[in-house]
Every structure is written in C-alpha cells, then in structure tokens.
C-alpha cells in the first residue's frame, strides 16, 4: 500500500487517457492536422499505455507494483465470467450460421416483419429474449445478426437497427432475475434482488414506451426503400442452406434453458449442442467438419453462376477498390459498384447474405474483443487499487446537494467508471460501495441506489466502444458504436440514452425514492456498526 493519491494525480491519469484514446482512433489528426495524425483506429495499446502511465503515478506515490498486479489480476478475476461466456457465444454464432439457424431467422423474418413496424418488433422482441436469457450478449449475438440481416433486406439502415436491439437486449438484460449486473447492483447497495427489479419498472418502463414510440415514426420514414431485394435475399438463404422450422429449435431451447434457472454457460452451451444436431440432419455437416467450425467460424461454401461470373467480368472494377471478390468489399463500395453496373437483386441478395455470415462466429472471433477486455481491466485494476477511481467519485460528492444532486452525481460517477475502467460490472461495484453509506445518511432505502447503478451503470456501458459491452456488441452486429455508416448504433439505441435522464428527473422531483421507515433505518445502522466492528477485529488480530 502506498499513501493517498492526490485528486490532480487521478485526474491527470483520466484525461491522459482520455488523449491517448483520441490520438489512437485518429481524432487528434483530424482536429490538429498531420502532426498528430495516426491510422491505427483501435484501442487496446491505448488502454495499456495508460495503464503504463496510472502504475507509474501509482509507483511514485509509494505504491509496489506487486500490490498493482495483484489489482489487475482482481479486475481481470472479475470480468473471466464475461470473458467465458463471450468465447462461448462465439462458439455458438459459428455453430448457429452453419447449422442454418441463423440463415432460418434472416428467411422467415424477412417473411413475417414489414418495414414499417421493423424497428418496433426488433426491440421487444430482444426485450423478451433477453428477459428469458437474462443476457445482452446472447441476445445480441444470435437474434440480433438475424436482425440485422432482416433490416438490410428491409432497406433499414444497419445502424438503426442495432440500436433497436441494443436497447430491447438491455431493457431485458436490466429486468431479467438470471442476469448477473440485476443480482450485482442489490448486492452493492444491499437491497433484496426482487425490491430491486420492481423498483426499476418505474424508471426503465418510461424509457422503454419513448424508445419504442420513436422506434414507431423513424420505421414509418425509413420504410420500403429497398423492398425488391427482400425476396432475392431470401432465396439466397436457400443457396448454401436447407432451411425448415425445425431450425428455430436451438434457440427456442436455449430460452427454455435459461428460464428453468440453469446457469449461462452450460445453458448456452445446450445451445451449441442443439445446433450441432440440427446442421447434421439437415445441412449434412460431418463431424470432422465441426472443430473447425466452433474454432474459427463458418465461411460460405459456393455460390451462384451469375454471382460469380459477375465477379470475373468486374476483377478489373473490383481490384481498384483494394478487394479481390465481392465479399472482401465493404457494403458502401459494393453498393456504389452495383449502382455503377447495374448488377441484379439476385446477386445484390446474395451478396447481402453472404456478407452477413461469412467468418462469422467461432471461439477464434472473440479474440479481438476478449484482448481489449484484458487491456481495459488492466487499467481499470490499477486505476482502482490504487485508490484513484475511488477519489475521483468521492470528489464528486461535493456536488451531491440534495436527493437530485446525489442520483446526478451517482450517474456521473458509473458513466465515468464506464469510460475510465472500461467495465460494466467496475461501474456498479465502485459507485456501490462509494455511496452506499450516503443513501443510507439520507434515509434513501436502498433499492433506490440500486435502480441508479442499473440506469447508470449497466445501461451506458455498450455506448462506450472501448468498454467491454460495447466492444462486444460492435463485434456481434458488425456497426460501430459512434461514427461508421449511419453514425453508430449508440445515436439510435433510445433506451441507453433515455434511460440515465428519467433517474435523474426522478431524483430532481422525488417521484418514487422511496424513504426508509425508522425500523429499516434502525437496523441498517446496527449492520453498518456491526461490519465496522467486524473489520477492527479482523484488523487487530
């Protein structure tokens, strides 16, 4: 242990983050021209390099770096659920595309959805999913690709369209029993988990209808602009796939699971196992062929004639946009080369499909997204053993005047937990604990912390790019967070952004903070008594 870092210390490590991040995703260049230009376009040596500079502040401050270490290894501790449970999606995308079982989805959905309810039906149906699964990431990683082929067919921009299943995989995320932030945030605050969830109604239900309200108008405006590729995309879900209704089950089975309260990893791993069966039986997949597949993913296997002697007449076209086949380009290049050439929907659709599901899924995918983890748990770990992230949200206490300002500054300090620690679960433990004995102080029952953590905490976490969330839902739906086509999914994603202002509107106007009566009050004072006694006596021997 070292002494006290100063609040200029902590905030110097935040903002040289903040300019290291700037500097790697080239926003520097484009603000101050060549100088400070660089093309590398990610994050994880930004994060180790502020990692780099936090141990080094931590250091000459009396910090051994064998104390440091040991909080990185704690941070990484914390996220090896996460980080099991993403390999284990990837394991699951890659046996579901080849299985047919996506491919199935993309078919009947762009059957049974119209473009003007697209956006509506997306969120509440991943509202569902996710309240049956009780997580985001499965929810995003398997409905959600389907989703975003079904809105591509449908003419919906892909960056609309993520943001409608961001915002249905949260709301059932934040409601669900099974999932672990809805049983963490209770536990930081020491509410009951089931006061918590029916304390949070009040303020995610709200959010919900507005998201879905305009969900609603922007469907009606960005409908039918593209409705004759929809049936060209749908038979090319027939070109490498033999597609039935028995294709639904794995995910049908995965819900059930989930729901009779077996844990996630082995229910999705029942998952992996139906899909298996089922891409066997129907699609023939030998069983040599199937490591292959769970490890690096699945790539499509042939094509049409008209596809692909299109493609040897336009190798000239092809190359001058730096790609050596239709699927290599981008969708804006292939898009403007399709225009220029007056290509047919036919190949236009299974260009769409096969864009969509090609490398997709495979343990080997998540690689990039588990790495970032790591490097954001590194700093995340040294930033908060060494005390820094914790003086940076008690400085933020100063400003908690009244209930109002105590919810504000309770969101502030898990979006910046979000943004500095780049981890969702970091940004409802810290603030928990931060402010726990404050809410208490003010005769605050406790589920109304807890409701803040998930509005907060949970909720901004996938608008973060860098943050583990929303590494891993730029990785399942394949659009960037901010900026990218369409402006990234996180300027669509209503419910995280609307979420975080109705807590603070009823934290301004007292609407549903419920008080502790004098017994509850009572006895939350003897159990903080008893704990301080507890850690003297643990201290002392």
Same mark, same amino acid.
């Given at each position: ?11 110097? @490590? =935040?903002?040289?983050?903040?300019? !290291?991040?700037?500097? @790697?995703? $080239? ?5 101050? $021209? ?46 090896? %659920? ?12 890659? @046996? ?10 993309? &078919? ?7 473009? +003007? ?11 569902? !999913?996710?309240?049956? #699964?009780?997580?985001?990431? #499965? ?15 449908? $003419? ?13 995989? /949260? ?124 490890? &690096? ?5 042939? =094509? ?6 299109? %493609? ?28 220029? %050439? ?8 299974? /260009? ?9 899924? $495979? ?11 790591? @490097? ?9 053993? +060494? ?7 008690? +400085? ?28 969702? &679960? ?12 404050? /809410? ?19 909720? #901004? ?19 960037? #967070? ?9 300027? /669509? ?13 009823? *934290?301004?106007? *007292? ?31």
């Amino acid at each position: 242990m070292g002494r006290k870092i100063p609040l200029w210390q902590a905030l110097l @490590c =935040f903002f040289f983050t903040l300019i !290291v991040l700037m500097y @790697c995703l $080239g926003i520097l260049g484009k603000l101050f $021209g060549d100088a400070l230009a660089c093309d590398y376009g990610e994050v994880h040596i930004a994060l180790l390099t502020s990692a780099t500079f936090a141990a080094i502040v931590a250091a000459l401050n009396g910090y051994k770096w064998s104390f440091l270490e040991a909080g990185m290894l704690a941070s990484i501790n914390r996220s090896m %659920q996460a980080i099991l449970i993403l390999a284990e999606v990837g394991l699951l995308i890659g @046996c579901w595309v080849a299985a047919g079982v996506v491919p199935a989805m993309i &078919y009947y959905g762009l059957l049974i959805l119209k473009p +003007s309810i697209f956006l509506f039906a997306a969120c509440l149906l991943c509202c569902i !999913v996710a309240l049956a #699964t009780g997580s985001s990431w #499965t929810t995003a990683g398997t409905i959600g690709i389907a989703l975003i082929g079904v809105a591509t067919g449908l $003419g919906i921009p892909s960056s609309m369209a993520a943001g409608a299943v961001v915002s249905g995989a /949260y709301f059932g995320d934040k409601m669900s029993p099974l999932s672990d932030t809805t049983n963490l945030a209770p536990a930081m605050a020491g509410a009951t988990l089931f006061d918590h969830i029916r304390h949070m109604i009040y303020t995610v239900t709200p959010s919900l209808i507005i998201a879905l309200v305009i969900y609603l108008v922007l469907g009606m405006r960005a409908s039918g602009n593209n409705l004759d590729i929809v049936e060209p995309m749908r038979q090319a879900c027939l070109i490498n796939f033999k597609l039935n209704l028995w294709m639904l089950i794995p995910p049908i089975l995965v819900i059930v699971i989930v729901a009779l309260k077996i844990p996630a990893i082995p229910g999705i791993m029942g998952g992996i196992v139906a899909g298996m069966i089922i891409g066997s039986i129907f699609n023939g997949i030998g069983l040599a062929d199937w490591p292959g597949i769970l490890h &690096y993913g699945y790539s499509v296997p042939g =094509f049409t004639d008209a596809y692909t002697q299109a %493609q040897d007449k336009l190798a000239d076209q092809i190359a001058s946009y730096d790609a050596d086949s239709f699927l290599s380009m981008d969708a804006g290049d292939f898009a403007a080369l399709a225009k220029e %050439q007056g290509l047919s929907t036919s190949i236009i659709g299974e /260009y769409n499909i096969d864009k969509l599901i090609d490398g997709k899924g $495979g343990m080997n995918s998540m690689m990039w997204t588990i790495n970032l983890i790591l @490097c954001a748990m590194c700093f995340g770990g040294i930033m908060d053993a +060494s005390g820094m992230l914790g003086e940076i949200a008690q +400085s933020l206490l100063h400003f908690a005047k009244g209930t109002g300002g105590l919810v504000t500054v309770t969101v502030i300090s898990c979006i910046i937990m979000n943004i500095i620690a780049g981890d969702q &679960y970091l940004s409802l433990v810290l603030p928990g604990r931060m402010y726990k004995e404050t /809410y208490e102080d003010r005769r605050l029952a406790p589920r109304n912390l807890s409701r803040v953590l998930e509005d907060s905490g949970t909720i #901004t976490s996938c608008l973060v790019p860098w943050n583990t969330c929303g590494a891993t839902m730029q990785k399942f739906l394949g659009v960037k #967070t901010w900026g990218g086509p369409g402006g990234g999914y996180g300027r /669509y994603a209503f419910l995280n952004l609307i979420n975080p202002l109705v807590s603070i509107f009823y *934290g301004f106007t *007292g609407i549903t903070m419920m008080k502790m009566t004098d017994e509850e009050y009572e006895k939350v004072m003897q159990a903080r008594e008893k704990e301080k006694q507890e850690a003297l006596a643990n201290l002392e021997a």
